[in-house]
């Protein structure tokens, strides 16, 4: 599930305490379970509980964006794509009342905005074998733009939690799974049985992308990895085990790849705040801290940057863009 940027407060927790932070302005924060005036949080993120207006003053694509929607759908008028889209929305929203659905989440396009991915569209290129997973794709904005840009559609795997958001993904794109024959599986990353660190498949034979069981059937099979706006969402401790797992799933190859975008901070902790009469909280990696998770998950070469983010009410927050990539030492 693709989730807008989370703006954070500048100033750095300090050990063992909060960071007030007026989170009623940034309603993705999410670590907590339970239903508060309309509103559910769960482990997976944020869903409105009552029939809550969608605000349509909320649309807006930029160039690249709006380029890329007309190309894919063929509607080429601004007008008719606005009302196309909204439309794909509010079926969304009754079917899903996420967050993301709600503020157009689904349409920004963050894959080809990272500084590595024209180096993965390379790899694609160079390996008639390799495989691309996008990990939390929502309607599969991402994957299809790297399939638009030239990764092939058979080569290219989705996952998120439902079904339905890729289907979603055929009435947004205005496409059918034969006419965009790429994969999805629908599951949840958090479930061992869905995706863990633990050895899966031993066979070195590459695998049958249409009958995939889970993402443990991809162990050391993927070359790349896009996981944007889906860690933030959990615990540290979630976090953490998610790494070991996204990492099994990777070649152990020189040059194989998990790369992505987050909400971070410059110092790592727990950011807490008040949420509609309650505390929330959200735990933040700093790129040293994010980069070291990935170190000891492997044989990584890691990148990770903060990015300052400025609200529509001139608060500073942060997004980490990082990359973490094997690096195989060689024995000459």
């Not at 309309?38 to 997976?44: A, F, H, M």
């Not at 689904?106 to 180096?119: E, G």
């Not at 735990?283 to 890691?302: H, I, M, Q, R």
Request: hydrophobic letters at 40%; one cysteine or more; proline letters at 5%.
């Amino acid at each position: 599930m693709h989730l807008l940027v989370i703006c954070l407060p500048t100033t750095a927790p300090s050990e063992g305490s909060s960071v007030s932070a007026d989170v009623a302005r940034y309603p993705n924060y999410i670590q907590m379970n339970g239903i508060i005036h309309g509103i559910q949080y769960s482990s997976w993120g944020m869903t409105f509980t009552s029939n809550i207006p969608l605000d349509p003053s909320l649309y807006g694509l930029d160039h690249a964006a709006l380029e890329f929607f007309q190309q894919q759908t063929g509607i080429t008028e601004e007008d008719d794509l606005k009302h196309h889209i909204l439309a794909v929305q509010a079926k969304a929203f009754a079917a899903a009342q996420y967050h993301c659905i709600y503020n157009f989440g689904f349409t920004r396009l963050r894959i080809s905005k990272h500084p590595k991915y024209q180096s993965v569209l390379q790899l694609g290129r160079d390996c008639r074998s390799a495989l691309l997973l996008d990990l939390g794709c929502c309607f599969g904005n991402d994957a299809r733009k790297a399939v638009a840009d030239g990764w092939p559609t058979a080569r290219m795997i989705s996952t998120d939690l439902r079904q339905e958001f890729w289907d979603l993904g055929h009435v947004l794109f205005r496409s059918t799974p034969t006419s965009f024959p790429s994969h999805f599986i629908a599951g949840d990353c958090l479930d061992p049985a869905f995706l863990s660190s633990e050895s899966g498949s031993t066979s070195q034979s590459p695998p049958d992308l249409s009958s995939l069981a889970s993402l443990n059937d991809l162990h050391g099979k993927l070359t790349a990895v896009h996981a944007t706006s889906i860690f933030h969402l959990f615990s540290a401790e979630q976090q953490a085990s998610l790494v070991r797992a996204v990492a099994a799933l990777l070649s152990p190859v020189s040059g194989s790849i998990v790369f992505g975008s987050h909400v971070g901070h410059p110092k790592q902790g727990t950011i807490r705040g008040e949420m509609f009469g309650v505390m929330v909280e959200m735990y933040c990696y700093d790129p040293e801290s994010w980069n070291k998770l990935w170190e000891d998950a492997g044989p990584f070469k890691t990148e990770a940057v903060l990015k300052e983010v400025i609200a529509p009410n001139g608060e500073i927050g942060w997004r980490m863009v990082w990359s973490a990539t094997i690096s195989m030492k060689s024995n000459v």
